[in-house]
């Protein structure tokens, strides 16, 4: 079974958005709301759109990572980001 692509690019955007690029050339914007908005932990930092805007690809893992130590599945992102209506194919 192929290898899912893996986070090459990640910019954040308002409104707890993510903008980002895959090893396989699709890029798109993922809404993370859903995993954000009201949760705690490692992710409760994150509703600070000052530490939000903190993410940075870990090019090891293939996904994007936050200073907290939250982190989220590169599969679920790139699937995100294509069923997005903003994804876009440059491959």
């Known amino acids: 079974m192929p ?3 893996r986070v090459t690019r990640a910019r954040a955007l308002e409104g707890f958005r993510l903008e ?7 890029s798109g914007i993922v809404d ?3 995993w954000i ?3 705690g932990g490692v992710f409760g930092p994150l ?3 000052a530490v939000f805007s903190q993410v940075a690809v870990d090019p ?3 996904t994007i990572v936050w200073p907290t130590g939250a982190d989220l599945c590169p599969d679920v992102l790139y699937q995100e980001a294509r069923s ?3 994804a876009r ?3």
């Open 84 to 86: 997005g209506s903003a």
């Open 37 to 39: 908005v009201g949760h």
């Open 89 to 91: 194919d440059v491959a």
């Open 47 to 49: 509703n600070d759109p």
């Open 32 to 34: 993370a709301r859903r």
């Open 20 to 26: 980002l690029g895959f090893t396989d050339g699709t």
């Open 3 to 5: 290898k899912q692509p």
């Open 60 to 62: 090891e893992a293939g």
